[in-house]
Structure formats: C-alpha cells, structure tokens
C-alpha cells in the first residue's frame, strides 16, 4: 500500500486499492530526486488566467485520483507497458505564490527547466491553459523551435502583445511570436470558435474529425510535425462537453473521447518531446468523467514519449 512513499523501485505496475492509499500520479513514487528518473511528471494548479469558469486549480488533484484505476494493466492499444518500460515519478505539484501572479510564468519556466536539466522528460497536469507557454519556453530552450501539437476547442492565437498579460487564450499566439514555436510545422485539431489569424498554424477542425475520422487527421498531423521536435498541449475541451463537462470554457460540436484516444494512439511516431493536459475543472465535473478523460491522456502522452524514445 501507498506507494505513493512506500513504492521501492520506479517502475512496475501497482495492485493497490484504487479506493485507497496516498494518491500520486499512476501510483509513482513522489519524489524530487531525479535520478534515474526518466520522465517527470508535475501538477500546475494554476487558474488565474481564465476567461470564463474557474476550478483547473484543483485538476492535478482530480487527475493523480482518477488515474489510480490505470496502473493494474499496461494501457489498451500499445502492445507496451510504460509502467515497466519508463522510471517515472510524480515530481509533485509547482510551488508559487498565488499572490504573485505577474511572477507565476517564470516560476513555471524555471520548474520545468530544472526538470529538463536533470534529464528526465516533462508531462504536466494543469491548470488553466496559460501554463503551456512557460513550459514551451523551458523545451524551446532546449530543443529549439518546436512543432505543436494542440488539441483544443480554441486556437489561443487571439492577438495579444502585452507580455504582462497571463492569459489562457493567448499562449500559442505569444509562443509563436516568441519563435518558441514553428507555425509550419505546428497544427490545431479539435477548434470550432472563430479567430482571424490562424499565423500559419495548420487547421483542422472538430468538424474534420468527425467527418474524415481520426486516422485520417493522424496521418495529416504526422505530415505537418515532420521529424521536428514536438509538443502535444491537450485542452480537454477539445472533448465535446458530453465527455468533459468539467472544463472553464465549454464548446458543442467536440471530439467524443474515443476519437481523442484513436488520434493520440496513431500519432506514434512523432517526435514527442514533452506534453501536457491542461483546463481539467473538478468543480463542473460530473461524476469525475472529465478527470478520466484526463487521466487517459496523460497516459496517452506518456506512451508517445516512451515510443518516441523506443522505450518498450
Ligand atoms: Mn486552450
Ligand atoms: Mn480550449
């Protein structure tokens, strides 16, 4: 029990009460030592940049809980077994201070960078959408110009030139403009709201999904990334609100979470750098069906880092 502290090596599957316990992320041993760790993965609780609905603060929280019930059978689909295969650890959550918000970004920044020094890889669990550009900023520093892989009602290129503002609708537009990011090789999957410049950035629809299905957009985001560096940011908006109610900014018309989960898997191959799940609000979830749908993904990212680095 509570492997969470008790667990003696990195890697393995857990048989422990999904009911119980100390809960970490995938029942990985809570640490800040990195060695031999090949994969970090780190709670943002974060939400003071919203536009609408609160409540990604807490979506670390929901995430480790819900993704208790993934660690008895390696993830369905992969014919790997990360838990064996991958030392990861829960590096636990950001320290900041809530009253110093103007700072949270290089705080943010610094975290992931000291992650990434250490050697081991980054998956993040948000928060509010924002806290995608410091930790774009932390790969771009390390990789060089990367090729995004949004999936998201929103494209989050709204126009904003203010470096002062901390804004989950302006992190990929900052990131571009930055040159942290390289728009051809970049690409948005999922958007159904209207902005006026996409910036180069590849776009394909929710309504393309639905139509072309997510073999098809795989394919196409496999074209676009290329062999560049890249970075998955998953908005669980993207998830029509059926699938993921407990999210700030809700959209109809979304992904239902078996296309997410056929996308992600068929993008094995890309080049995955990092990732993150982000906009995961327990306060409108129901039935903790947005925090599954959460979970899911952060395994997801964690079996396209494992493959990318042919970790089986
Ligand atoms: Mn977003
Ligand atoms: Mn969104």
Redesign the pocket.
């Known amino acids: 029990m509570d492997g969470a502290f008790a667990r003696e090596g990195l890697k393995g599957a857990s048989a422990e009460n999904t009911f119980g316990g100390a809960v970490s992320f995938l029942r990985r041993r809570y640490t800040k030592d990195l060695t031999g760790v090949d994969l970090a993965v780190t709670g943002v609780p974060f939400d003071q940049a919203v536009t609408n609905r609160p409540g990604a603060r807490f979506g670390p929280r929901a995430i480790r809980e819900a993704s208790a019930l993934q660690v008895y059978d390696p993830p369905w689909g992969w014919g790997i077994d990360p838990l064996s295969a991958v030392a990861i650890a829960d590096y636990g959550d950001l320290a900041f201070d809530y009253a110093r918000p103007a700072e949270f970004p290089a705080v943010l920044e610094a975290h992931v960078a000291g992650i990434l020094a250490a050697g081991a890889g980054c998956i993040a669990l948000g928060g509010d ?1 924002s806290v995608t550009l410091p930790i774009l900023r932390a790969h771009a520093a390390v990789h060089g110009p990367l090729a995004l892989v949004q999936v ?3 494209s ?1 290129l709204w126009p904003d030139d203010d470096a002062a503002r901390v804004d ?2 302006t992190f990929a537009y900052k990131a571009m403009r930055e040159g942290v990011i390289d728009p051809a090789r970049s690409v948005l999957v999922g958007g159904r ?1 209207v902005v006026g410049d996409m910036l180069g950035v590849t776009d394909i629809p929710a309504r393309t999904v639905h139509e072309d299905g997510p073999a098809a957009v795989a394919a196409r985001v496999r074209d676009v990334v290329g062999d560049a560096p890249c970075y998955l940011t998953f ?4 998830l029509d609100p059926a699938f993921a109610p407990g ?3 809700p ?1 109809w018309g979304g992904l239902a979470s078996w296309q997410a989960a056929a996308l992600l898997r068929d993008l094995a191959g890309v080049r995955l750098v990092g990732g993150d799940v982000v ?1 995961v609000s327990p306060p409108y979830d129901s039935a903790g069906i947005t925090a599954v749908a959460g979970a899911h993904v952060a395994m997801e990212l964690i079996c396209l880092w494992a493959w990318a680095r042919g970790l089986r």
């Open positions: 959408h998201d009602a929103h989050d989950h609708g709201t908005d669980i908006d993207a999210t700030g900014t959209v906009e």
